[in-house]
């Protein structure tokens, strides 16, 4: 348990109470289970998460945000992990009364050791709107390098990577919006030099305001 107290001058001043508990079950140096953390501010507003082992395979997590009395967010998950396959459920403010609810899945099977295909499937509900978006992913590792591709009906996302040494890292991004009919890429790079103990790193990005 840990008390904050932040006094300012120039901003608000305020309280935080944060709580964590973590299990004794460890699977690996990230999960450990169960996993509990919160944090409330002075006014009541509450940032909570669980996570839980219900089986050797399966993970649960849950998600609260507040704000004061009045709740902002309440998400669910649950992973499978297979040998060689992983799907998710994800359901995200759910309201039985309202009918409305976001439902993500996710299905990512291991063809070969450096072939991963899958897809995503969005849904939404609410009153008076429906509607649903799937999207078809597939990644592929190199010693060296790795590539993938999002394509689907909001539109299409592609990214590669490539290590050239131990030294330089770069890699691009290019992304098409059906729906904002615009499309952006991007080049990242990482330098290191170890003799002088100094990191470069960079980005830049340039957006095709010709619309499609």
């Known amino acids: ?16 109470l944060h709580a964590a508990y973590a299990g004794d079950w460890q699977l690996s140096p990230t999960e450990v289970f169960p996993t509990v953390v919160g944090d409330m501010d002075s006014s009541g507003s509450l940032n909570a998460q669980v996570l839980l082992l219900l089986a050797e395979r399966l ?15 309440w998400q669910f998950d649950g992973e499978y992990r297979g040998d060689d396959y992983t ?3 994800t359901l995200g403010n759910p309201d039985l009364i309202g009918e409305s609810v976001i439902m993500v899945a996710h299905f990512l099977q291991s063809l070969t050791h450096r072939l ?4 995503e499937l969005v849904y ?3 009153p008076g709107e429906e509607g649903a978006i799937l999207t078809l992913a597939g990644k592929y590792s190199a010693v060296h390098w790795v590539a993938t591709l999002n394509v689907g009906s909001g539109g299409a996302h592609a990214s590669y990577y490539h290590k050239a040494n131990e030294q330089v890292q770069v890699g691009v991004e290019f992304e098409a919006n059906t ?9 990242g790079y990482h330098l290191t030099l170890p003799q002088a103990n100094m990191v470069f790193r960079g ?3 340039s957006d095709d305001i010709r619309r499609c």
């Open 203 to 205: 980005e830049g990005y």
């Open 124 to 126: 939404h509900r609410r």
């Open 87 to 89: 799907a998710t459920l």
């Open 1 to 16: 348990v840990a008390h904050t107290v932040h006094m300012s001058a120039l901003g608000l001043p305020g309280y935080h």
């Open 59 to 73: 993970r649960a997590k849950a998600v609260f945000q507040t704000q004061q009395a009045k709740f902002l967010t």
């Open 116 to 119: 991963v295909l899958g897809g």
């Open 179 to 187: 729906r904002l009919q615009d499309t952006t890429f991007s080049f």
